[in-house]
């Protein structure tokens, strides 16, 4: 009953809303203990208090695989389906950065596309640091933001599949959703407006400084030709030596500044004045020191050539010798190759011999044992038969006992000091 759905909770994406969470994780989650302590019977509103006391983000962990707090919650919260409102309220919680991201999982789970592009994007601008949990036991550091950015692009997070989310860019060719505006824009433009405001400022400095020098300028010409007047030729000749004297000034303002110019202000004085003129001897010298550089690199070109040849010739001759060490040792093979036929020749040339002879030994035999049945045959039947009869006569007549085999075979053991046979 517990863990049952509520009665009035609408369906989420066509399905049970505890069904976005795994079976295998759902069970693990039922026979939890915080979720039979702390989850039992709880509310949208008491929810809030235990949301606060999270410290930290994660799915399953340790070795028999135990549920988080984050994920009980969240669990519980597709179990009763609070209120958009109050989700909302989660997400746009600053104090408790846990409790907000409770409220950013459970609106990626259970909303609408916009309504997570809506509400979860904003949070982008958060960088503050949460501690997550991974599979093995220990923690992990990570911010807000990169959360966030797992939720809208990934597939899978804390162990849960979630659902499908349409890319951003085909909610803005729909005209479903308007193009996002970072803070880091706003700050560029902010950067960008706040330097064209100081240019302007500069420029408009600038151009009274500039009307300030003419109105004294003028000011200086409509003085002078009055004490012209007044003082006559001598005021003429005071001008005139004025000019000279700041003109040498000038001279020597700018010969202190040579010194000081850049590289690129030297090359615009170049451009201005034109090249400096060289001296017929300072070319001559260059030029006899050009010819000298060449005449050397020529020698220097020769010295590198003759290494170069002695090289050339040296690996001919190693080529040479590898090809003659080559051609030896194939001759060698050749040769070695040929003895061993030879001798394989010689060996059968024997076995034949051998074979021949055995051959020739085996007919002469059979043909004494013929001559010798035809001997045999030759005579009469009549001096076979005395041979026979001779034969048996000649045999010695055999003991009727073998008594005097026992005899003997006393006297024998007699001889010895044996007992005798019975």
């Known amino acids: 009953m517990a863990n049952r759905t509520d009665k009035e909770a609408a369906a989420i994406h066509g399905t049970n809303p505890q069904n976005l969470i795994e079976y295998i994780s759902r069970q693990k989650i039922y026979d939890s203990i915080y979720w039979k302590q702390e989850c039992f019977g709880l509310s949208a509103e008491r929810l809030v208090d235990k949301a606060v006391e999270i410290k930290e983000v994660g799915a399953m962990y340790g070795e028999p695989q135990k549920p988080t707090h984050f994920l009980c919650l969240v669990c ?35 909303g609408r596309p916009l309504d997570v592009y809506q509400y979860l994007e904003p949070l982008y601008n958060d960088y503050r640091k949460v501690r997550v949990r991974n599979l093995q036991g220990k923690q992990e550091l990570t911010h807000v933001d990169e959360l966030i950015d797992a939720m809208l692009h990934k597939d899978r997070l804390f162990t849960i599949s979630l659902p499908r989310l349409p890319a951003r860019l085909t909610l803005e060719v729909a005209g479903q959703l308007e193009p996002r505006i970072s803070v880091l824009d706003e700050e560029f433009d902010e950067a960008a407006l706040e330097e064209e405001q100081q240019e302007q400022a500069d420029a408009l400095q600038a151009a009274a400084n500039a009307q300030a020098v003419a109105a004294a300028a003028a000011g200086q010409g409509q003085a002078q030709p009055e004490e012209g007047e007044v003082g006559g030729g001598s005021g003429k000749e005071a001008g005139e030596r004025g000019e000279a004297e700041r003109e040498a000034e000038r001279e020597q303002r700018r010969e202190k500044e040579k010194w000081q110019l850049t590289k690129e202000d030297k090359r615009r004085r170049e451009r201005e004045v034109g090249p400096r003129s060289r001296s017929r001897s300072r070319d001559r010298r260059e030029g006899g020191r050009r010819e000298r550089s060449r005449s050397r690199e020529r020698r220097h ?21 590898r090809d003659v060490a080559v051609r030896d040792d194939r001759r060698d093979d050749r040769r070695y190759r040929s003895r061993s036929r030879e001798r394989y020749d010689d060996r059968r040339r024997d076995d034949r011999r051998d074979r021949d002879e055995r051959r020739d030994g085996g007919r002469e035999r059979d043909e ?17 038969r005395a041979r026979d009869r001779g034969d048996k006569r000649s045999r010695p007549a055999e003991p009727a006992d073998g008594k005097d085999e026992i005899a003997e075979a006393n006297a024998l053991r007699a001889s010895l000091g044996l007992k005798p046979l019975k």
Request: proline residues 4%; positive net charge.
């Open 301 to 321: 070109e020769r010295r590198d050539e003759r290494p170069r040849r002695r090289s050339r010739s040296r690996s001919r001759e190693r080529r040479r010798s």
């Open 368 to 384: 004494r044992r013929r001559d010798e049945r035809r001997r045999g045959r030759s005579g009469s039947p009549a001096r076979d």
């Open 76 to 110: 519980k919260m597709l179990q009763i389906q609070p209120d958009k409102d109050i989700v909302v309220e989660f997400i746009k919680n600053d104090d408790f950065k846990y409790l907000r991201l409770l409220g950013a999982f459970y609106m990626r789970l259970v």
